[in-house]
């Protein structure tokens, strides 16, 4: 009996050693045979060289091979990618994109910089020169540049470009596949480096399509994907580079990619700005923003991609290498975009342009960049971002006559612009920050914006009783049908703290002033479905994004032409989520349609614009998104700021491959 | 008949979210940055839903779905098109199971035995300490006790990693130093595991065990003369043990769902974060798919406790 | 009532602890009545500003007193944990005493449920629920919704012991008496659950606070109100950590595990106190 006993509890030892044994086996068994990707066949000559180890090289090494004192640790801000495998740059909502793969991997015709750009704000990258249209537009033909190779040795020629915009327009499902089916109606080629588009209709914008900002059309290399019987479930793994770097190692679930420069780094269009400096580049996941601080404070991170403002002040106070785009307060880099409170014209009572200014004028918005920047933001009262050149080409021209600007309230003239607001913000804001905050009234003017709409509940309660709307017996406002009022401001939650804690404050003035109004935070998802519907009432987020460098408003204008306007419950086409209807702007948008890329009366057009989304207020514009990129200057220098703007330094944008050749190490 | 009602529900309700995985799409497609027509988009939401395999009535969704499981396929996850559904969970897996498996089963060995410890033990200050202890830390919501132990162990007193399963540069294979940093990595989220588990445990095991120590039959055997260990293990917590069985077995059952607030919390690259992935996308078929593996699981602890009870408990193995 | 509470202080430790940390977690939920400040208004005092004399939890980023948004924060998840607690009772009544009671194919079909309900993994499936009702989530939507889930174990615990009672004497004289099933259920039943219920109560609430701080921090109940789960998430939202604004997040985590020892003491003091067998004993059944 007891020796029975004995078996039975070794039995059971040994199912425990077993399964813990077994457990922690699977642990990383199945991701094991695939972490070896880079230097497959088709890597060609440049990582199949082994490298040679030099006296630096000797140091500490980031990866397996690859010594810190070369790299460039950079944040892929898309977090851990999966699958980590899938290079497939051409379908839709692919995650790899930013781990390299559009920065230093691919390449496409034309570059627009959102900032002053290295050679001027236009790049012809792939391209030799700009797109050449015909009379009509109907017509355009892309010269190519020649001596650009893939990293496997094969040459980039117009049976590439040709390929990419043919495959696509064939293959439902692929990124550019209604694009190009809407547009194209045949391709050329007179010669190896010329391709002729032959359009379906006028179009004078059907080169923003190859034109990066962020991200573009790029580029397939025929020669690897018409092997492929399925484009769409191809993975492109190992990718094939036609720019500078190629893919040197990464992690089977995500976590980094190594890039390598490549030993033929003079056959890319790159090699015009000289040899790229880091020898490799890394692109980490590094998970929630205390965590970027502290790896940053250990030199393990050189370029944080955004971060909360109270993670660039604790950097900008303990460790004295870290630097924004701007030397001190505000420090973040303004993107081309311009958050907006979006109200539900289709829905009652925000069809009324008096209540739409009423919201307006019942916003702080010193208040508004206090609680989401604190302080740190870039105010904008009109329909443009208050960023790259577009103080330029907006701002300055149009002060006068937003100084002059009247609405009507309460029968009187009423002129809402306020001037003062930035001088306002960078006061509150030297409460804490103390001397970090410019003073002088130009840096303040470049770096928070030029105005904003006066704080005035007066005037937005007359607004509002002019339309009949009234108080009840709590201060609070009732509709004119008598019914109470509520508007929840959706928003943006967990991952972008900034745009949920404007939120926040939009909807505590509002509440103030007598609406029941809270901040209603919403995942991504839940945001990109219920605006598409017309389910809202208020929404923070974006529709107005830009070239930042380029004038043109089409880039958004587009999509809010009454053709693309759909009714509430139906699925709205693309940015006119807020259901805006206005004859004077479809004929704005129609005059711009046919004018030029680069004529200057599209600047007028514009001009025109911003008057009559001054005069209507469709949306509330805020502010800009202003990305807290930092970037540590212990391992590498020249890297862009604002006194030397010649890139974008969000690292997830395609354009920071201008970077690369400017940035050198650190002079010891 | 349980199973076929789960992968129903599982199937109903995400088709009530408001999360629409083509929406999702098509506006990240958007917010990407590129110059978008909006013809283009009205293009690219049909080709879509065509193919997500959305397209039909619910109804066919849900023949088709069926009609695929039997087949053994999940299909293509919608939020990460189109990698299978069964290739990312085999990603997450591992991760999840190593160290939900390990920590799981420490805490329940660590917490039983000195759960018989302390009622036999009555006068021990040290398992008067550990009885507090577990006290203390069991009602604690773990999302606050894993914050606390993270902020402490890694950010005020910085001994473990702040985050993830490995760092940045490592390389998965098989070595020695790898095996070592995925353990130093995994140590922060296994104590915090171990700590709310063996607790329960520890309590569980310590009534059950007081209620036996005045049975006759240990009286008897100390009577006999019979050495305090002896009688501790093998019949006091021998007789105990049952009900703490099945309780492992369940919760070894329930490990597929991972551990969601774990693996957010230390950004663990398991079951969980994946689950968390799929409603956030409303990715219908990773939803179903790890709904499905999680059913599978405890119906398989169930059965495995049915084939080993007769190890445990003689009066089943009589019969 | 009284005298229970007198001796229990007098001879149960766990109970005195309880005791204090529930009468101090009442305390500052009952000053929220008084509270000089708003809890939605921000930035009515100094922001960032370290516990002092004058603001006791230190202010927050938001410009918020802390111990006074604590005081909204702690009332409304009491609010919670009651709400849920009720709502998933009544529940598990219902359910418990069928089953028990009638037993065969209504015990066998409430169980089968109830062991559906058991082994579904909550956390997930709450998430999507409150992706549906963001819009309207209140703490009272969000009470229910948690209730809905929160009734199984206890049910399955009732359930036994109606089993039990079934077989007793009074129970058989009643049926013999004529009386109907749901009026023995009732009067018959429920007196001897009616203290199992309660002590489950203290542990449900529990179990709801705990899984409300789960939803907020990851931004899924309604973030602007305040609950001990919300201060966490704003704290989060605004780096607290790295800030080093410590006392944001130290506020809401100690009064937690104040709050929760305070809970899971009474019921454990609560449940030895009512034990079903010594009192069954007691009455000699």
């Known amino acids: ?91 839709p909502g692919i995650q790899s994109a930013s781990t390299g793969l559009q920065q230093l991997g691919l390449d496409a015709l034309w570059y627009i910089d959102p900032d002053a750009g290295i050679s001027g704000v236009w790049d012809n990258s792939l391209a030799e020169e700009k797109p050449i249209y015909n009379k009509d537009f109907t017509q355009m033909t892309v010269k190519l540049r020649k001596g650009i190779y893939w990293s496997d040795g094969v040459e980039f020629t117009a049976d590439d470009l040709i390929y990419t915009v043919d495959i696509q327009k064939k293959t439902a499902g692929l990124a550019y596949t209604g ?16 391709v002729v588009f032959k359009l379906t209709k006028p179009n004078s914008r059907f080169h923003g399509l190859f034109t990066v900002r962020w991200s573009a059309c790029w580029i397939m290399p025929k020669h690897v994907f018409e092997k492929q019987a399925d484009p769409v479930a191809f993975k492109f793994n190992p990718p094939l580079s036609l720019s500078a770097y190629v893919l040197k190692d990464f992690d089977p679930n995500g976590n980094w990619y190594v890039w390598q420069r490549r030993e033929d780094w003079q056959r890319t269009t790159l090699a015009r700005f000289g040899m790229p400096g880091p020898k490799y580049a890394m692109y980490i996941a590094p998970g929630p923003s205390d965590k970027k601080v502290i790896a940053q404070t250990a030199k393990d991170l050189d370029v ?84 790259g050149l577009y103080p330029k080409y907006y701002f300055d021209p149009l002060e006068q006559w937003l ?80 019914e109470a009022w509520k508007i929840p401001l959706m928003c943006e939650g967990e991952t972008r703290p900034i745009m949920n804690r404007a939120a926040a404050m939009i909807a505590e003035n509002w509440k103030e002033f007598g609406i029941d109004s809270f901040a209603d935070v919403r995942d991504s998802a839940t945001r990109a479905n219920l605006p598409s ?136 | 008949m349980v199973v076929f009602l789960g992968v129903t529900l599982t199937f109903i309700i995400p088709r009530f979210s408001p999360n629409d995985p083509v929406e999702t799409r098509v506006s990240q497609m958007m917010m990407s940055g590129g110059q978008v027509n909006p013809e283009a988009v009205i293009h690219l939401r049909e080709a879509l839903n065509e193919m997500y395999g959305l397209k039909g009535s619910s109804l066919e969704q849900y023949l088709a779905f069926w009609g695929r499981l039997f087949r053994g396929d999940l299909g293509p996850s919608l939020s990460t098109f189109p990698t299978p559904v069964t290739e990312l969970i085999a990603r997450a897996m591992p991760w999840t199971l190593g160290l939900l498996l390990t920590s799981i089963i420490v805490s329940w060995v660590v917490g039983n035995l000195l759960g018989g410890i302390a009622s036999y033990y009555t006068e021990s200050r040290v398992m008067h300490v550990i009885d507090v202890l577990s006290q203390a830390v069991r009602p604690i919501p773990y999302y606050i006790m894993a914050l606390v132990l993270l902020v402490v162990f890694a950010y005020f007193i910085p001994i473990f990693p702040f985050s993830g399963a490995y760092p940045a540069g490592t390389r998965v294979e098989w070595s020695l130093n790898f095996v070592l940093t995925v353990i130093k990595h995994s140590m922060l989220p296994a104590i915090s595991l171990v700590i709310v588990g063996m607790g329960g445990w520890f309590l569980g095991m310590k009534s059950l065990t007081s209620n036996i120590i005045s049975e006759d039959y240990v009286v008897y055997a100390e ?97 | ?104 194919f209504i015990d066998r079909a409430l169980m089968s449920v109830n062991d559906s309900f058991v082994v579904m993994p909550v956390l997930p499936v709450l998430i999507l629920l409150s992706f549906l009702l963001k819009g309207s989530m209140s703490l009272v939507t969000l009470a229910v919704i948690l209730g809905l889930f929160g009734w199984p174990w206890d049910a399955r615990l009732i359930r036994s012991q109606v089993l039990s009672l079934k077989e007793r004497a009074f129970t058989q004289t009643a049926v013999y008496s004529g009386t109907g099933a749901f009026r023995i259920s009732l009067n018959e039943h429920l007196p001897f659950v009616l203290p199992v219920v309660f002590a489950t109560t203290i542990n449900n609430m529990l179990w709801s606070i705990g899984l409300e701080v789960t939803l907020s921090v990851l931004g899924l109940s309604n973030v602007t109100l305040p609950t001990i789960g919300t201060a966490i998430f704003w704290a989060n939202q605004h780096q607290a950590l790295v800030a080093g604004v410590w006392w944001w997040l130290a506020a809401p985590v100690v009064i937690a595990i104040i709050l929760f020892l305070g809970l899971y003491l009474l019921f454990s003091s609560v449940n030895e106190y009512i034990d079903p067998r010594t009192r069954l004993r007691r009455i000699g059944g």
């Open chain 1, 403 to 482: 100084k002059d600007f009247t609405i009507d309230v309460g029968g009187q003239p009423y002129k809402p612009w306020d001037s003062e607001a930035p001088k306002r913000i960078a006061d509150e804001a030297r409460k804490a920050l103390g001397n970090l905050v410019p003073t002088d009234a130009a840096e303040i003017r470049k770096s928070i914006g030029m105005g904003w709409w006066k704080y005035d509940v007066k005037a937005a309660e007359q607004l509002l009783l002019s339309k009949g709307f009234k108080r009840d017996s709590n201060k609070m406002w009732l509709k004119p049908n008598g």
């Open chain 1, 179 to 194: 694009q190009f089916q809407s547009y194209v109606a045949s391709m050329e080629k007179p010669d190896n480096y010329t």
């Open chain 3, 1 to 104: 009532m009284l005298r229970v509470i007198r001796d229990l202080l007098k001879h149960d430790g766990r109970f005195r602890v309880a005791f204090i940390f529930l009468v101090a977690i009442l305390i500052m939920s009952a000053l929220s009545v008084v509270s000089p400040h708003d809890p939605g208004r921000t930035f009515r005092v100094p922001a960032d500003m370290p516990p002092s004399l004058e603001h006791w939890f230190g202010t927050s980023s938001r410009g918020q007193d802390i111990f006074w948004w604590m005081a909204f924060a702690v009332r409304n998840s009491l609010f919670l944990g009651l709400m849920t607690a009720i709502v998933s009772r009544i529940i598990a009544i219902f359910v418990g005493l069928t089953a028990g009671y009638r037993g065969g």
């Open chain 1, 1 to 91: 009996m007891s020796e029975f006993r004995i078996t039975r509890r070794e039995f059971l030892i040994q199912l425990g050693l077993l399964t813990a044994g077994s457990a922690l086996a699977s642990c990383a068994g199945p991701a094991a045979p695939t972490a070896v990707p880079a230097t497959g066949p088709t890597a060609g000559p440049a990582a199949t060289a082994v490298p040679k180890p030099t006296a630096a090289a000797v140091g500490k090494e980031v990866a397996p091979g690859v010594p810190r004192s070369e790299t460039l640790i950079l944040e892929n801000p898309t977090g851990r990618v999966v699958p980590a495998d899938d290079f497939n740059r051409w379908r």
């Open chain 2, 223 to 319: 009577t006999a003369g019979l050495r305090p260990r002896r009688i501790l293990f093998s019949y006091v917590i021998r007789n105990a043990l049952l009900p703490q069985v099945t309780g492992l077995a369940l919760q070894l059952g329930m490990i597929f769902n991972g551990a969601l607030i774990m693996e957010v919390v230390f950004g663990y690259p398991g079951m969980g974060m994946l689950t968390l992935q799929a409603v956030m996308a409303n990715d219908y078929s990773l939803i179903m798919g790890i709904a499905i593996f999680s059913i599978i699981g405890v119906a398989t602890s169930v059965l495995i406790l049915d084939l080993l009870y007769p190890l445990f408990d003689p009066r089943v193995r009589h019969q």
């Open chain 1, 304 to 387: 944080i991609h955004d971060i909360a403002p109270e993670g660039m002040i604790t950097l900008a106070k303990t460790n004295p290498t870290s630097k924004g785009w701007f030397k001190s307060f505000p420090w973040a880099h303004p993107d081309p975009t311009l958050p907006a409170v979006m109200l539900n014209l289709a829905k009652s009572p925000y069809e009324m342009k008096e209540v739409r200014w009423a919201l307006t004028l019942a916003i702080d918005i010193v208040r508004v960049a206090m609680a989401s920047y604190r302080g740190a933001a870039t105010i904008s009262g009109i329909h443009v971002p208050p960023t």
């Open chain 1, 533 to 668: 519907l017309g389910e809202f009432d208020a929404h923070l987020s974006w529709t107005i994004e830009t070239w930042g460098g380029h004038p043109d408003l089409f880039y958004f204008l587009e999509s809010w032409h009454s053709t693309y306007l759909r009714p509430l419950g139906e699925r709205s086409v693309a940015r006119n989520w807020f259901r805006w209807k206005n004859a004077e702007l479809d004929k704005i948008i129609d005059q711009i349609q046919n004018l030029d890329f680069d004529d200057p009366k599209g600047l007028e057009l514009g001009k025109e614009f911003v008057k009559l989304a001054t005069r209507e207020q469709p949306t509330i514009p805020i502010m800009s998104y202003n990305v807290f990129s930092v970037v540590d200057e212990t391992y590498w220098e020249g890297f862009p700021t604002a006194e030397n703007p010649y890139t974008n330094p969000v690292a997830n944008w395609a354009n920071t491959k201008y970077m690369f050749p400017k940035i050198k190490p650190k002079a010891k």
